[in-house]
């Protein structure tokens, strides 16, 4: 059983009493991390019948395959009990012949977080070749992703969007349920273009003409199948004006995936959408839901105009705008639970307050493990520790520089030498 440290007691006891109750021998092997236990259940903190790990069987395995030994001296301190990580990765050095980049701690003012990207891109740009830029997988995660209900400005960053307006929170999910039809349209086009293939976004666009639909009184019930475009051209058999309009709208937004913009959503494509929408549900769409679902809506983060910061299809931040080089994809760090990146810029959030912040004397090497401390700060670094733990090659941190300001505005020069002597490089942007 791997991940075993996420098993709630529920399903703990359905995997006793699937593979092992009885009197049959069974060998039974859980993995697991307990410094990464971070879906935890409401109400539940885990198994307890059959907790994980049970002190009494197990083996520690403090080896990390994934990356080399500077790394793992940065992230354990994190660890809720540091296992004293042991680096014995990566399995392919730099093309430039080192093992590991030099992990970066990048110090950003009041007003520069929107350059914090760049600055990580840049830096990518000087440590990976052409071929490494072209094969990795490049990261930028924060533990807060979704702004809140209404924007606060008085605790910057708050949350991923303060880094990238564009950034779409709805998007970061493995299946996402966008709140509106134009979030249905850029999910779909980002799975498609991920798949090499138009499907995910015909059957997400089809998917939001059936919830449009489902929002209609009186209407046709919907019994959801398993095909949604299947479903939805079945349902416009008997009405060829509105198919004929369907399937205008996905040779545009699925098969050639062409920009949606604000403009040509609310001049072309809205009504069109809302006249198939009614076909498919046999009546007329109107009311507050229905309006809201077609609205055209701007990210809620944005830091300037909604006109200027058309939304990303499926958060990936591309640098530079002309010839992109470097390919970074942007989410939270629940998002990024079990995978491995060559490149992860770990991005500061606020939840209660600011996160990395908080962490200053893990980060320095001054603190290491907290099993007396509280529930918040506990969740808070196994977050962080889980970020820290994905990448195979660089690891970078984007951090207020207020953290390490003295009374005088200057950069505190002690707080800089611990971050240093402890093995990151400081870069202010």
Not at 76 to 88: A, F, H, R
Not at 167 to 186: A, H, N, T
Not at 288 to 315: C, H, I, M, R
Request: with cysteine; charged share 25%; hydrophobic share 35%.
């Amino acid at each position: 059983v791997d991940e075993a440290q996420d098993n709630s007691e529920a399903q703990s006891a359905l995997l006793h009493d699937l593979f092992t109750a009885g009197d049959q021998p069974v060998m039974c092997q859980r993995f697991g991390d307990p410094n990464q236990a971070i879906f935890n259940f409401v109400g539940d903190e885990g198994a307890t019948t059959r907790p994980f790990p049970d002190d009494m069987v197990k083996k520690d395995l403090p080896n990390s395959h994934r990356f080399g030994q500077k790394i793992a001296d940065l992230a354990d301190p994190l660890g809720i009990i540091p296992y004293k990580l042991v680096g014995q990765g990566p399995k392919e050095p730099l093309a430039s012949g080192k093992p590991e980049a030099v992990h970066t701690v990048f110090l950003f003012g009041d007003d520069s977080a929107q350059n914090v990207l760049d600055a990580y891109a840049d830096l990518l740009i000087d440590t990976f070749s052409e071929q490494e830029l072209l094969g990795g997988s490049f990261v930028a995660v924060g533990q807060i992703h979704r702004p809140p209900e209404a924007e606060q400005n008085d605790k910057h960053p708050r949350h991923v969007g303060h880094y990238w307006p564009n950034y779409d929170s709805e998007l970061s999910k493995i299946d996402p349920k966008p709140q509106s039809f134009v979030q249905y349209v850029l999910a779909g086009q980002g799975k498609a273009a991920t798949a090499g293939e138009a499907h995910p976004a015909v059957e997400k666009i089809a998917a939001g003409i059936l919830r449009l639909a489902g929002m209609a009184e009186g209407g046709t019930t919907l019994r959801r199948r398993r095909h949604n475009h299947r479903q939805v051209m079945s349902l416009l058999e008997e009405s060829a004006d509105a198919r004929s309009h369907y399937l205008d709208v996905l040779a545009n937004l699925a098969l050639s995936r062409n920009t949606l913009s604000r403009e040509t959503w609310d001049e072309r494509w809205r009504e069109i959408v809302r006249s198939v929408g009614e076909a498919v549900a046999n009546a007329t769409l109107s009311g507050e839901d229905v309006n809201s679902f077609l609205d055209w809506k701007d990210n809620a983060g944005s830091l300037v105009s909604p006109s200027d910061a058309p939304k990303s299809s499926d958060n990936t931040y591309h640098y530079p705008k002309d010839g992109p080089k470097v390919h970074i994809r942007v989410g939270s760090i629940h998002s990024v639970k079990g995978e491995t990146h060559t490149a992860t810029l770990v991005l500061e959030t606020f939840w209660y307050d600011h996160n990395l912040e908080n962490t200053v004397p893990w980060l320095t090497g001054s603190k290491s493990g907290a099993e007396s401390a509280g529930t918040r700060q506990s969740t808070r670094l196994k977050l962080h520790y889980v970020a820290m733990t994905r990448p195979t090659h660089l690891l970078c941190l984007a951090m207020k520089r207020s953290t390490f300001e003295n009374g005088d505005g200057e950069l505190d020069q002690n707080s800089i030498g611990a971050l240093e002597r402890h093995g990151w490089q400081v870069k202010a942007i």
